[in-house]
């Protein structure tokens, strides 16, 4: 008894096939076409099996077409196509004789052998051709030696055998008689597993489809193309594979985000995002990714913010997350979905413990090193996620459902590349379910090191750049121990978010009323409350300490401003403007975000959603100037520092 082959999951090379009759009509519905229309050959080349460019070296005709079938008979010769294919879904039916061997070549230049220049699927009957001593890479629905089918779906000679063979890019599915037998991604074959041609890494991804006879009969039918980058021609990049163009690096230092070989690379330092310049609501979003080290962490916001959540690195939006190698009841590296900073999103099925997050119904994910496809549909606040080929996760009623989309890095090298979008018909959702538009802030502070911002000598070791957080030890051996931009700024508005560690013990502080005067007993003697301690500082505006919007935990609350509040040589409406109208502080240890706007000789201070300085003004105030994160001998630290410059 002859040896049958064994599987792995590898390449094929040299076969014949048969084709049958075509149900044309039901095909063309589906978006195929004939390959050989109207039973004619005509513009097909017919060529010596080794070398395409040669003609054949045997006498006759060897290939015939009749009543949608395709006949090789018994000639070393291949037939190819005139035209050449990128990507595709071919399906046709193949039948061999006792001993046949042949093939299907895809994606051929038009000259050697596509065993080696391409890539030809192996179709061949392999006990009897080979004796029973064929490799798996020499099986029936192998790349021919390089990978071999993982499994072996043929039916027994004499009997059709149907293939649908999908190429999108470096990714090849190959499923025959409804079995999938290989699914592998080009590009990561890089070593050649013989010597006859390069690596598949390095073979064409458009040429010619064709046929090949080596041995005995082979017959084809039903022999259909569709074209995917016809069908798909809705679909445009996002990237495009060159540069930046319509992205913005929304919190990163510039070296986080690279262009490199049709790919968007990402170190994954400091922690942030990369967000498109629009909107998007409802739409399919394709991309693939990798990661380039086990573990690695990065993800996909769709709906989100232009700029990152108060004390986060990170926007509101809605995460489809990219991770590898972490998996447990509550979380998987294989696509979960959930809401993040504010976002809303109610999973498809409960979650074991009760969150905001939707997680996958099968884990599809390859891991660190190889690619990745995501294919996510957001349609009228509802979410779906393709994980490989198939839809693993779902959420409903997002909020925001509008918004910008974005990259994450979040601390390891991630890839990515093929990012296109189909939008669909929007449902013009109400303001409170869109996310906000840009306002065009850039950021102050990259989150890597302290480009931008004088770095005096004895700053060294206290204003440090830790990941996203600006951190101060209060300890600067500086001259001006203050950390000051290197930029000047007329009129702006910025943000700045900040929080106070806490600190052992009280300490004692004015307690101030609403005309900015310190309050006094019946005595005259001035009145002070016990807070718990910890720490001042402040955010000078335009080279000014006198300008200063004061950081700390007194009673009247943070954003008042200072130097104006206490000049008592200041008209009363002017130290009453400079007084927080109510305190919007956070409880010490969370954080805080400052919105500052500066106009003119005027400030306006909101301070966690809460307007506490109303459009004070300011006399002698200078007209341009730096900004400053104060030194006041304390520990603070500062993040999401962002900046929008008006005009005069």
């Known amino acids: 008894m002859k040896k049958p082959c064994t599987f792995l999951l590898i390449p094929v090379m040299g076969c014949v096939i048969i084709v049958g009759n075509i149900a044309i009509l039901q095909a063309a519905e589906d978006g195929f076409v004939p390959l050989f229309p109207g039973d004619s050959l005509e513009g097909f080349k017919v060529s010596d099996w080794s070398n395409v460019a040669a003609p054949q070296k045997v006498e006759g005709t060897p290939w015939r077409m009749e009543n949608g079938v395709l006949y090789g008979l018994n000639k070393r010769t291949w037939i190819r196509s005139v035209k050449q294919y990128g990507d595709f879904v071919l399906k046709l039916e193949t039948k061999l004789t006792r001993g046949s061997n042949g093939g299907i070549g895809l994606r051929f230049p038009p000259e050697g052998d596509p065993a080696y220049t391409a890539m030809e699927i192996q179709v061949v009957d392999d006990q009897v051709y080979y004796g029973g001593s064929a490799r798996n890479e020499q099986c029936t629905g192998s790349i021919y030696d390089e990978i071999a089918p993982a499994k072996v779906a043929t039916n027994p000679v004499g009997q059709w055998n149907s293939w649908l063979i999908t190429a999108r890019g470096s990714q090849i599915t190959i499923v025959l008689n409804g079995e999938k037998i290989i699914d592998a991604d080009l590009s990561l074959e890089t070593k050649a597993r013989q010597q006859k041609g390069p690596a598949l890494s390095k073979r064409p991804l458009k040429g010619h489809i064709g046929f090949q006879n080596l041995n005995g009969n082979i017959t084809l039918r039903d022999i259909m193309i569709k074209e995917l980058d016809e069908v798909d021609d809705d679909f445009v990049p996002l990237f495009n594979g060159k540069n930046l163009d319509g992205w913005v690096n929304v919190n990163c230092a510039p070296e986080t985000w690279t262009v490199r070989d049709e790919m968007i690379v990402c170190t994954g330092i400091p922690t942030g995002v990369l967000r498109t310049k629009r909107h998007y609501e409802n739409y399919i979003l394709e991309l693939e990714w990798r990661h380039m080290k086990k573990g690695g962490n990065a993800g996909l916001f769709v709906h989100s913010d232009p700029v990152t959540a108060p004390g ?3 926007t509101r939006s809605i995460e489809v997350q990219i991770l590898d190698g972490s998996n447990s009841e509550n979380h998987t590296s294989h696509g979960d979905i959930f809401a993040i900073h504010g976002a809303a999103m109610k999973p498809d099925r409960p979650h074991p413990s009760g969150w905001s997050r939707s997680l996958p119904s099968e884990r599809r994910c390859k891991p660190a090193g190889q690619w990745n496809h995501y294919r996510v549909e957001c349609k009228n606040a509802t979410v779906a996620l393709a ?26 090298e991630v890839h990515f590349r093929n990012i296109r979008i189909r939008e669909l018909p929007g449902s013009n959702p109400p303001p409170d379910e869109i996310a906000q538009k840009e306002q065009g802030f850039r950021s102050l502070y990259n989150g890597l090191d302290l480009r931008g911002w004088k770095q005096e000598p004895g700053h060294k070791g206290h204003w440090q750049a830790k990941n996203w957080v600006l951190d101060y030890d209060g300890k600067s051996e500086a001259s001006d121990k203050n950390l000051w931009t290197e930029e000047e700024f007329e009129n702006f508005s910025l943000i700045v978010d900040w929080r106070l560690p806490p600190q052992d013990g009280t300490e004692q502080v004015p307690v101030i009323l609403p005309d900015g005067s310190q309050a ?20 000078y505006l335009r080279g000014s300490s006198k300008s200063q919007v004061n950081i700390w935990n007194w009673p009247i609350g943070s954003g008042e401003i200072w130097g104006y509040r206490t000049d008592k040589s200041m008209p009363p409406e002017v130290r009453k403007a ?29 301070l966690n959603g809460k307007e506490v300085i109303r459009w004070a003004q300011l006399p002698g105030m200078p007209k341009r100037g730096l900004i400053a994160l104060q030194h006041h001998g304390d520990p603070v630290q500062f993040a999401n520092i962002y900046i929008k410059e008006h005009g005069p």
Do not use: H
Not at 523 to 539: C, E
Not at 599 to 606: C, L, P
């Open 578 to 606: 400079a007084t927080p109208i109510t305190r919007a502080d956070n409880p010490i240890g969370r954080w805080n975000r400052f919105e500052i706007t500066v106009i003119d000789d005027r400030v306006n201070v909101v």
């Open 387 to 412: 994980v490989n080929g198939k839809v693993v996760t779902r959420g409903s009623l997002l909020n925001p459902r509008k918004g910008y989309i974005c990259l994450e890095s979040e601390g390891s």
């Open 520 to 539: 006094t007993d019946s005595s005259g003697k001035d009145l002070t409350a016990s807070v718990p301690a910890a720490g001042d500082s402040g955010i």
């Open 312 to 314: 986060q690195p990170f």
